[in-house]
């Protein structure tokens, strides 16, 4: 199993560019996350989703969409970019987002720069 | 006041002896206190989870909860220069998995 997997790993977008982040998962995990990294920061949630065509807003969501048409793939989009969003994004799964049971499986990451 | 609290370090520790990392946490209903180890460069990788009142023990490390105090803590035992790491310190509020909150970490650095 390659677990989770996040594509591109470095993007470099200039102000007002379009991208998707790409999150896939082999594990059949039900629930999948999107978060954010800043430099010296904990995660924070951007979106999530309990299972595919079912999403919902974390913590940070604007200037953000997701999607989730099947259980495996979670992409992640960022409209008209901008500084405030550079950051490392992180992708995560986990099986059924019961919090006392259940453990959140991390991707590599994406490090997106905004000039 | 922050949700989650950390001191950000940098914790230095010398080999063998025992590392201590701190967590505060302001909302009283939560429920399940996570612990995340993160390598320069890399992601997080769940190293405990602890939701009841007390210690916790697996192999090396130990986390303690006190929900009166709102206070969750790891303990590294025999501390490694592989520990070298930043720990991330995470609470869920409720049932819901949206409700999980980081705080900023600690980082540990183990000195031979």
């Known amino acids: 199993n390659a677990g989770v997997t996040q594509t591109p790993k470095f993007r470099i977008l200039k102000i007002g560019q379009s991208m998707t982040l790409q999150c896939t998962q082999d594990m059949n995990h039900n629930y999948m996350y999107w978060y954010r990294q800043d430099p010296g920061m904990g995660l924070k949630l951007i979106y999530y989703?309990?299972?595919?065509?079912?999403?919902d807003k974390g913590e940070v969501p604007n200037g953000y969409n997701v999607s989730r048409s099947t259980t495996e793939d979670f992409p992640l989009r960022l409209e008209l970019a901008a500084p405030s969003q550079t950051s490392v994004y992180f992708c995560?799964?986990?099986?059924?987002?019961?919090?006392?049971?259940?453990?959140?499986?991390f991707g590599p990451g994406t490090r997106l720069t905004v000039l | 006041q922050k949700e989650v609290e950390q001191n950000s370090g940098p914790l230095s520790v010398p080999e063998g002896a025992i590392a201590s990392l701190n967590c505060t946490y302001s909302?009283?209903?939560?429920?399940?206190f996570f612990w995340y180890r993160q390598y320069s460069g890399k992601s997080p990788e769940l190293i405990m989870s602890?939701?009841?009142?007390g210690d916790k023990e697996d192999g090396r490390f130990t986390a303690q909860l006190n929900k009166a105090s709102q206070y969750v803590s790891l303990l590294i035992r025999d501390s490694q220069p592989s520990d070298s790491a930043t720990y991330l310190c995470a609470v869920l509020r409720g049932s819901s998995a949206s409700k999980i909150i980081f705080g900023s970490g600690t980082r540990l650095s183990i000195r031979p």
């Open positions: 909302d009283r209903g939560s429920q399940s």
């Open positions: 989703s309990v299972g595919a065509g079912i999403t």
């Open positions: 602890i939701y009841s009142n």
């Open positions: 995560a799964s986990s099986y059924g987002g019961r919090g006392q049971t259940d453990t959140q499986y």
